[in-house]
């Protein structure tokens, strides 16, 4: 059974945030991209995304002969999680932010329709999670609009 246009467009962001590489032009390797989990998440690794989806907001109905078209957007926020690694040179607020750039890169490099489910994505804000003295890891969120549109009568179809 084919996905819903959203999830769809989700697993498309999960491989993008996957192919930060160093290999691939990118500062950092982020060695884990995870969705929600039954288990919970596993941050243990240096580097790690964990995506974080909110709730469906419906800007537009467009009713199209005898289907409604419904234009959509959605907060997905992107937890990054960084460890210091045994060869990190880099002070904190380095590591965080180049991390932090490089997930922005590879959110906003075209093209930014992830597989043609979504119209755009836009970035809307960068914050900190975490200021804890002697900490083990550093966190920061940053929050991306996705904006796509669907069929109510099957949420499979774009129009």
Not at 53 to 74: D, I, P, T, W, Y
């Amino acid at each position: 059974m084919p996905d819903y246009v959203f999830e769809a467009g989700m697993k498309q962001v999960k491989a993008r945030l996957e192919t930060i590489q160093v290999a691939n032009g990118y500062q950092n390797t982020v060695e884990s991209v995870q969705r929600q989990a039954w288990e919970g998440q596993d941050l243990v690794v240096s580097r790690a995304i964990y995506i974080k989806e909110g709730a469906e907001e419906v800007v537009e109905q467009v009713a199209s002969g005898v289907n409604v078209l419904l234009r959509c957007k959605r907060r997905v926020n992107l937890a990054i999680f960084a460890r210091p690694a045994e060869n990190d040179t880099l002070k904190p607020d380095e590591i965080m932010n180049s991390l932090a750039g490089d997930v922005v890169k590879a959110m906003l490099t075209p093209p930014r329709t992830f597989g043609g489910y979504f119209e755009f994505v836009t970035l809307v804000e960068r914050l900190p999670l975490d200021a804890e003295e002697a900490k083990t890891h550093l966190a920061e969120g940053i929050g991306i609009d996705v904006h796509y549109r669907y069929r109510a009568d099957d949420p499979t179809l774009q129009a």
